[in-house]
């Protein structure tokens, strides 16, 4: 999926959210436990009740290897139902993978060949020769964890290098990777103040932002600071949606959070016209 | 396990070498892939013919995501004939993980509860959140990428911070994490000279060091700046040692090879007395 098709799917659809499918079994309602694939059979309803209000999912492969076997399966089907009914959606691997060159590379057969995600998280510790085997697939893209939504971002990633933090190295430093246009960052929505000077570094990219809603982001405040011309934003929420409800009605719950944030998305981006 | 076990398995085996797992379709002698599961066959093979002569085995998780569920599946059944046949042998999942933590607790649920491993290694650019709930597993070792052995290390890891570099501060940083006690570091062995400077941060610490061999690091520059009173160091071989011949005696070459590796390594070892 290219980046312009996305920008056509967020002004069709007046979103730019997306739903982290972080799926838990001891969160999930309890009539769901019953089915032989409870993961997928809760993924599925919440796909079928909120595909019209988003423009991404983002599975969180840790929820998934947190039940081995079973997980991976769910994971695989999860992929597979949403490339099979709603192509059109961008898929996002959560996997914050990144190792040496060969073992990237097999990272990245993994989940774009394998499973057919359109895009995964990838860590920048281990520098160009970690993150370029992933934009070796130029039809995909590679997402780097620039600034992060927890605590632990300040212990290394704001940092500063010859007065500069380090998350804006890494963003610098990435721009000369090859491929590099097909770069995303992530970047929390919980330090949407730090977007202005990030948009000086990276003003064409896109910014997937995680924070908003259970980690108290605000999205008024990262629509401020972080839009562009091409929008350039896909805001996530994870548990503040697929958990709006414990009962039957969670699928439905879900719809109607999720709407709430594409309502207020609507606006942004009708006030930008 | 605990250290003082690892410790006793190197003197009593007169080897602190770790044979990294990284099996790939690709390059396995041909006659296996007629097998059910050839990736498991190989393994069992090769851990068959080296495990008097190594202290630690590493599966890098990517090489087994690359191949699905099969992958996963053969991962799985790796780790379990470890852990029945050879339960004094130290286990790493080399997965590089590290989320937030409610998603790091996942991932190390799937490794520590799920797969039985003794140890995983763990990204840290996200912070003391992210690799905190790994360590809350106290009889499990994290094992935290500090200075690693590919050139992308000189991005980021080698980027001075009040005078300080990347890395060391996640050295010293990390010492302040609960439980820090179980806390291992990857230092490449291509960057012997290194050592020096880091054992003054983290005397006591044992270092996994990949990069001897393939990527052309030097077993005796690593011991004479990285071995302290323990020993403290797992002295990695992936590809030198699997894939040391692609004929039907692929077992004996590896053990061929780790056996010349367990030689030098009782070398080492009496010269310390």
Chains 1, 2 share one sequence.
């Not at 774009?112 to 281990?126: G, K, R, W």
């Not at 999205?219 to 562009?228: A, D, M």
Request: aromatic content about 10%; overall charge neutral.
């Amino acid at each position: 999926m290219t980046t312009s098709q996305l920008v056509e799917q967020i002004h069709l659809k007046q979103s730019f959210l997306c739903i982290g499918l972080d799926t838990d079994l001891k969160k999930i309602p309890v009539h769901l436990l019953e089915k032989q694939d409870p993961i997928f059979s809760f993924n599925k309803a919440i796909i079928d009740a909120t595909h019209h209000l988003c423009v991404a999912y983002k599975p969180n492969t840790a929820f998934y290897e947190a039940y081995g076997i079973a997980g991976w399966k769910a994971l695989q089907r999860t992929i597979g139902y949403l490339n099979e009914n709603h192509p059109e959606i961008f898929t996002i691997a959560d996997a914050k993978r990144g190792d040496i060159g060969n073992t990237s590379t097999r990272y990245a057969k993994a989940f774009f060949e394998d499973l057919q995600f359109d895009s995964i998280t990838v860590a920048p510790y281990m520098g160009k020769d970690s993150v370029e085997p992933f934009l070796a697939f130029t039809d995909k893209h590679t997402i780097l964890l620039a600034l992060t939504s927890n605590d632990g971002a300040y212990d290394f990633q704001t940092k500063l290098i010859g007065g500069k933090e380090l998350y804006k190295h890494v963003l610098e430093t990435s721009k000369s990777y090859k491929n590099s246009e097909n770069l995303m960052y992530v970047i929390g929505a919980t330090k949407a103040e730090y977007l202005l000077e990030i948009r000086k570094i990276v003003p064409d990219s896109f910014l997937l932002v995680p924070g908003v809603g259970a980690q108290g982001g605000s999205l008024e405040e990262v629509c401020k600071y972080g839009i562009n011309e091409n929008i350039g934003l896909l805001i996530n929420s994870s548990r503040g949606i697929i958990y709006a409800s414990e009962g039957k009605d969670f699928a439905h719950a879900a719809a109607s959070k999720a709407g709430a944030l594409q309502n207020q998305m609507a606006l942004v981006l009708k006030q930008m016209k």
